[in-house]
């Protein structure tokens, strides 16, 4: 089994920071894509930014400039530095990896870690 374990969420004001962690765990083969999606209540899911295992990073035009995506590869984790937050950025933030057990790659996903931007 495959499982994505997310950190970092919380309550933060505006204008604050948060660093979010996502960790794979489990009988990995390989990891492909990684990244982070936000649902906001009473909006659809969200793409935020996204990491391939080799290539260029993906920023939703709403974060960037203010959130930075990375990833460890040796450590399976993918992480989303978050800067200049603002009220609009409240939303459950979930952790997407497409992960190989053996040769079949799968998207997985984490449980979601609430941030939210209030004063």
């Known amino acids: 089994q495959v499982q994505l374990v997310e950190s970092g969420g919380g309550l933060v004001q505006p204008g604050g920071s948060l660093r979010l962690s996502c960790a794979a765990s489990g009988s990995i083969s390989r990891i492909n894509s990684m990244g982070w999606y936000r649902q906001a209540p009473g909006k659809e899911r969200e793409l935020v930014a996204t990491?391939?295992?080799?290539?260029?990073?993906m920023y939703a035009d709403s974060v960037k400039g203010r959130f930075t995506i990375s990833r460890d590869n040796a450590k399976n984790t993918v992480y989303l530095q978050m800067n200049s937050l603002k009220p609009e950025d409240t939303a459950v933030y979930y952790c997407?990896?497409?992960?190989?057990?053996?040769?079949?790659?799968?998207?997985?996903w984490g449980q979601g870690t609430q941030v939210t931007v209030s004063s």
């Open positions: 997407n990896a497409l992960i190989a057990v053996s040769v079949i790659f799968r998207e997985y």
């Open positions: 990491v391939p295992s080799g290539g260029t990073t």
